[in-house]
Every structure is written in structure tokens, then in C-alpha cells.
């Protein structure tokens, strides 16, 4: 338990945050799960339309500092290998 004045108000933030990073997080991953399943169903168009906002999605996130830009490049580079995949 925190005993100082600063100790209880840092808790205060980090409660916060991490809260604010838990719903940015939520939405990364729903939107790599929504685009996966875009991908499974075998629409190439439909892929390729929804690939701009996945791309901005993620770079949001990781432009926060909720996840790193080398793991939010990583996935866009690995579902764009999947969409020029598709037929």
C-alpha cells in the first residue's frame, strides 16, 4: 500500500492509463481479428478497403506508446503478405 502523499496520486495515474491503454488495445486487436476474418472469407476487395483503416488503427496505438512500431509494422507487413495472397 502506497504510505506517502505522491506514492497515492501516482497510483491514481497509473490506474488511468492503464485503463485508457486497455481500450486501445481492445481496438487493435479487434481490428486484426476483424480483418482476419476478412481475409478468411477470401474477399480480396473487401481486404484491401478495410487494410487503410487497420493500418491507421494500428499506428494510432502505437503512436501512444500502447504497443511498439516495430510490432505494429510487423502486422501490417504480415496481413499485406496475406492480401496479395488472395485471389
Request: aromatic share 4%.
Amino acid at each position: 500500500m502506497a504510505n506517502t502523499k505522491s506514492a497515492k496520486k501516482k497510483t491514481k495515474v497509473i490506474k488511468k492509463k492503464t485503463a485508457i491503454n486497455r481500450v486501445r488495445i481492445g481496438k487493435y486487436k479487434g481490428a486484426i481479428s476483424q480483418m482476419e476474418d476478412i481475409i478468411k472469407s477470401g474477399d480480396k476487395a473487401k481486404a484491401l478497403k478495410y487494410f487503410d483503416t487497420l493500418q491507421s488503427q494500428l499506428m494510432k496505438v502505437s503512436k501512444k506508446g500502447s504497443i511498439k512500431r516495430q510490432t505494429a509494422s510487423r502486422k501490417i507487413s504480415r496481413i499485406s503478405k496475406k492480401i496479395s495472397k488472395l485471389k
